[in-house]
């Protein structure tokens, strides 16, 4: 399977406990993208890196989450003592070269902060 | 402010009738629009994009959308709905302002196909 990869599927944790989920892109693309979607929302975009610049980051992006892409490959997104509000859909996408090109995405990991 | 609006949580729609979702946007200027669905337990799959040019788009799986610049819409169409085509539908926007690259999504629609 060449599409956008994501582990783990499914996180459980207790609050104030850290996580960490990486993502996978597909080969080529050196655009990667980090959502968030709740139920009953559409996604929310969290930050944004080309290659392993991080280069844009959302307001929701508090001093408690951190996402690197060291080599511009893959990526993870931590959670530092996270809160029951943190539980959600986190999903990952990426994309290639131009702004006009569609981002794909990948299965999302599944978060639930007891 | 940019928004992305779907006015309607569900849409219901016998076999083999036509389906529209709705989408509208509001910004200045001229955003790139782009449709995903999202199966159960599954990633947001891209169906159709418009960047430029034919204010109709033809996308996968038989979808097409209208662009619609002075109503700011993009309405997601489909002549003949299958009961395969329930799942939920996200309309998204990519504003052109500064290096914004993020999609900003619709709360989403939920298609029930019946059969």
Redesign the interface.
């Known amino acids: 399977d060449t599409g956008v990869s994501q582990d783990p599927r499914h996180k459980i944790t207790k609050r104030g406990q850290n996580v960490t989920f990486r993502c996978d892109p597909i080969s080529e693309h050196n655009r990667l993208y980090w959502y968030r979607q709740t139920l009953g929302q559409g996604p929310e975009f969290l930050t944004y890196f080309q290659n392993e610049a991080q280069l844009e980051k959302s307001r929701l992006l508090s001093d408690r989450f951190s996402a690197e892409r060291p080599k511009g490959s893959f990526s993870t997104l931590e959670i530092q003592r996270t809160e029951q509000g943190d539980s959600a859909m986190y999903l990952c996408a990426s994309s290639l070269g131009r702004s006009d090109n569609e981002q794909f995405f990948g299965p999302g990991t599944r978060l639930t902060v007891l | 402010a940019q928004s992305?609006a779907q006015p309607e949580d569900q849409v219901n729609v016998a076999e083999g009738n036509p389906l529209t979702v709705k989408c509208t946007y509001s910004v200045s200027g001229n955003p790139?629009l782009?449709w995903?669905v999202q199966y159960p337990?599954?990633?947001?799959?891209?169906l159709l994009?418009y960047?430029t040019g034919d204010n109709l788009v033809k996308g996968s799986y038989g979808f097409e959308a209208e662009f619609n610049k002075s109503q700011t819409s993009f309405h997601l169409k489909k002549p003949s709905a299958l009961v395969s085509d329930s799942a939920l539908y996200?309309c998204?926007v990519?504003f052109?302002s500064g290096?914004?690259?993020?999609?900003?999504?619709?709360?989403?629609t939920q298609l029930t196909v019946l059969p």
């Open positions: 992305v790139y782009f995903y337990n599954r990633g947001l799959q891209f994009k960047i996200f998204a990519r052109l290096s914004a690259r993020q999609l900003t999504f619709g709360s989403g």
